[in-house]
T-cell receptor
């Protein structure tokens, strides 16, 4: 079945530094990938839609310059959290649709802690 | 704006005690309704996609049903390994494939 690989699974960084999260579709091509953020006891909130070869589409309230998205190939999208601050600490998850009847396949998530 | 409301927020069952989780939704035109299972610290795992009212899908002890206003996830004779948070999500026609999630129902099955 469709697999989406996300790395790293956990990262701790210092305030003011940048962190890159990778999302790869392993056995299918994904022209579109999605980035979500999840706070404890809250639903997944869509941050942005990543489009291969073009600019990402950001949801209202999401800072484009802070959350940089690059979708350079049909199997890889990256999310870079720039100048991270403690309030950026959260669980970040990517997803993609493989074109079948399986809905959207999610990565395993990245727990970001900014200290 | 699309909305998804799940109830209850938490559910505790004895092993073997069947029950149902509810997902009420408001969407301009339903393209698909999804059920996912999420374990702590993991990404959601796909369970079902439902497309039209009256549709039902089954997988092991789980059965998902859909009406024009809500969906149910029925759990028959649950086992402790069924403990997880179950998420419901909807996608509307038009737009750019945006999927809207509910907050989930946290299920605990006690041996």
């Amino acid at each position: 079945g469709a697999v989406v690989s996300q790395h790293p699974s956990r990262v701790i960084c210092k305030s003011g530094t940048s962190v890159k999260i990778e999302c790869r579709s392993l056995d299918f091509q994904a022209t579109t990938m999605f980035w979500y953020r999840q706070f404890p006891k809250q639903s997944l909130m869509l941050m942005a839609t990543s489009n291969e070869g073009s600019k990402a589409t950001y949801e209202q309230g999401v800072e484009k310059d802070k959350f940089l998205i690059n979708h350079a190939s049909l199997t890889l999208s990256t999310l870079t959290v720039t100048s991270a601050h403690p309030e950026d600490s959260s669980f970040y998850i990517c997803s993609a649709r493989d074109g079948g009847n399986r809905g959207y396949t999610f990565g395993s998530g990245t727990r970001l802690t900014v200290v | 704006e699309d909305q998804v409301t799940q109830s209850p927020e938490a559910l505790r069952l004895q092993e073997g005690e069947s029950s149902s989780l509810n997902c009420s939704y408001t969407v301009s035109g339903l393209r698909g309704l999804f059920w996912y299972r999420q374990d702590p610290g993991k990404g959601p795992e796909f369970l079902f996609t439902l497309y039209s009212a009256g549709e039902e899908k089954e997988k092991e002890r789980l059965k998902a049903t859909l009406t024009k206003k809500e969906s149910f996830l029925h759990i028959t004779a649950p086992k402790p390994e069924d403990s997880a948070t179950y998420l419901c999500a909807v996608q509307a026609y038009g737009g750019y494939q945006k999927v809207t999630f509910g907050i989930g129902t946290k299920l605990q099955v006690i041996p």
